[in-house]
């Protein structure tokens, strides 16, 4: 598998392995890029505490073509996080939805915070059909 930089005669992922520790920049130059998913459930791949902010700014951004499934990462992301009951982690991301929720611009993903917060205090309520690989909160 080889994905080229649009433009560009740059290989953005080599091959798999490398599709599946992908860097910031290459999951931004994958966002504007007309190329299908590098690999099949790549969401796991993009997911960290780390690429949260980057993902949410993806899904706000218009220009973005794969906002679909950055929307969908983000649903992976809390049914995941939630589902682990680290009770740190649980918190980690409580804050991280607090702080995000004062630059949410989209309605997409003001409704995920709303819905990530509701899980994180009704984590009972988890189901793989909302928060699990292919979210019917978004497809």
């Keep these: ?3 080229y930089r649009k433009g560009m005669d740059a290989i953005i992922f080599r091959d798999s392995q490398h599709a599946w520790n992908p860097s910031s920049q290459e999951i931004t130059e994958w966002a504007y890029s007309n190329e299908k998913i590098p690999e099949q ?4 791949a993009v997911n960290s505490f780390e690429n949260i902010p980057m993902i949410c700014k993806l899904v706000d951004d218009s220009d973005c ?3 679909s499934f950055f929307l969908s990462s983000l649903y992976v992301f809390t049914g995941d996080t939630v589902r682990g009951m680290k009770i740190e982690e649980i918190q980690k991301l409580n804050a991280l939805l607090d702080k995000l929720n004062m630059t949410a611009k989209s309605e997409e993903l003001k ?3 709303a819905r990530s917060k509701h899980l994180v205090q009704h984590p009972k309520t988890y189901t793989y059909a909302n928060w699990g690989l292919g979210s019917n909160y978004v497809y």
Excluded: A, N, P, Q
């Design 41 to 44: 459930d790549w969401e796991l």
């Design 1 to 3: 598998m080889m994905i």
């Design 65 to 67: 073509k794969h906002t």
């Design 111 to 113: 409704s995920w915070i």
